[in-house]
Nanobody, 131 residues
Framework: QLQLVESGGGLVQPGGTLRLSCVAS????????IVWVRQAPGKVRDWVSC????????YYADSVKGRFTISRDNAKNTAYLQVNILKPEDTGVYYC????????????????????????WGQGTLVSVSQ
């Protein structure tokens, strides 16, 4: 079965840290570009960060730049999103998605691609930032 499974979400105080994981099964993640997308309560999904399958280049939304770090461990078939200095506005469901059919830079992949059509999506993991 081809799937992505996210984990690592939770309830944290402002300024806290989490490490989100995205584990792929049934396909080799090293051939796929990865995007992390989040959906805040009552809002549409919006991209947070992307990582290229080949050169490992990364791209971040301005709102998370300097606080979040995307990475991948192809040997573990896993992608990660390290989220630091969390703010209440970071609250939401975080999804990872994988796409293996495109040949784009990470900037284009993040900013100009409709991620709804990415090949594989996880079920999401909830991050809540509150006192």
């Amino acid at each position: 079965q081809l799937q992505l499974v996210e984990s690592g979400g939770g309830l944290v105080q402002p300024g806290g840290t989490l490490r989100l994981s995205c584990v792929a099964s049934g396909f080799p993640l090293d051939r796929y570009d990865i995007v992390w997308v989040r959906q805040a309560p009552g809002k549409v999904r919006d991209w947070v960060s992307c990582i290229h399958h080949s050169d490992g280049s990364t791209y971040y939304a301005d709102s998370v730049k300097g606080r979040f770090t995307i990475s991948r461990d192809n040997a573990k078939n896993t992608a990660y999103l390290q989220v630091n200095i969390l703010k209440p506005e970071d609250t939401g469901v975080y999804y990872c998605a994988a796409e293996g059919r495109l040949s784009l830079t990470v900037q284009v992949m993040c900013t100009m691609t409709d991620h709804r059509y990415f090949e594989h999506w996880g079920q999401g993991t909830l991050v809540s930032v509150s006192q």
